[in-house]
């Protein structure tokens, strides 16, 4: 069974940092290029970050440019995203998906449930 | 940065076709796909490219693409229909994903 199931969220102070795993099973993880996509409370879905199969290409949304690292460990079925200097508008569902292609450019076919990240002091 | 535009909100009678667009400067050169959200679930890929579906997504779920709005048919509309549906493109040139802002369809 193909499962995508995320960790590392929690409620957490502003101004602190925060790293959100997803563990991957039921497919050739090192084939395929990864995402993060968040939503807020009562937002829609907004795209943060994708790497691909290589980690040669990595892409992050501008809202938070400068404050996320996204990588991966094959070796390991494993997605990772560094928040750094949270703010309370990154409270959110945070989404790990997999993308249909080796690049970070096509639709993603396999989603998460989701870790919500709380920041709040 | 490319701009996807939706309606905030669809509502169909059950049975009904609903249709429901994103709207793009120069849409039709773009891949097109679409996402069913519903509560406490994770989000579904309903059509991809366009116009293709995933293996399992009923018939009743379509795509297609004019130059500057990319629409998603649902024929015979059923309450287990009710979601949140986004759509979403690649865009080459700031090479980032995007998504439209979400429709909701309300099954009367």
């Known amino acids: 069974e193909v499962q995508l199931v995320e960790s590392g969220g929690g409620l957490v102070q502003p101004g602190r940092s925060l790293r959100l795993s997803c563990a991957v099973s039921?497919?050739?993880?090192?084939?395929?290029?990864m995402h993060w996509v968040r939503q807020a409370p009562g937002k829609g879905l907004e795209w943060l970050s994708g790497i691909s199969w290589s980690s040669d290409t990595v892409g992050y949304a501008d809202s938070v440019k400068g404050r996320l690292i996204v990588s991966r460990d094959n070796a390991k079925n494993s997605l990772f995203l560094q928040i750094n200097s949270l703010r309370s508008d990154d409270t959110a569902l945070y989404y790990c998906?997999?993308?249909?292609?080796?690049?970070?450019?096509?639709?993603?076919?396999?989603w998460g449930q989701g870790t919500m990240v709380t920041v709040s002091s | 940065s490319y701009v996807l535009t939706q309606a905030p909100s669809v509502s169909v009678a059950p049975g009904q076709t609903a249709r429901i667009t994103c709207g793009g400067a120069y849409i039709r050169n773009k891949d097109v796909h679409w996402y069913q959200l519903k509560p406490g679930q994770a989000p579904v890929l309903v059509i991809y490219d366009n116009t293709e579906r995933p293996s399992g997504m009923p018939e009743r779920f379509s795509g297609s693409t004019s130059v500057n709005t990319a629409t998603l048919t649902i024929t015979r509309v059923a309450a287990g229909d009710e979601a949140d549906y986004y759509c979403q493109v690649w865009d080459g040139y700031s090479d980032h994903q995007v998504f439209g802002g979400g429709t909701k369809l309300t099954v009367l």
């Open positions: 039921g497919f050739t993880f090192e084939n395929y290029a």
């Open positions: 998906a997999k993308d249909r292609g080796p690049e970070i450019r096509n639709a993603f076919d396999i």
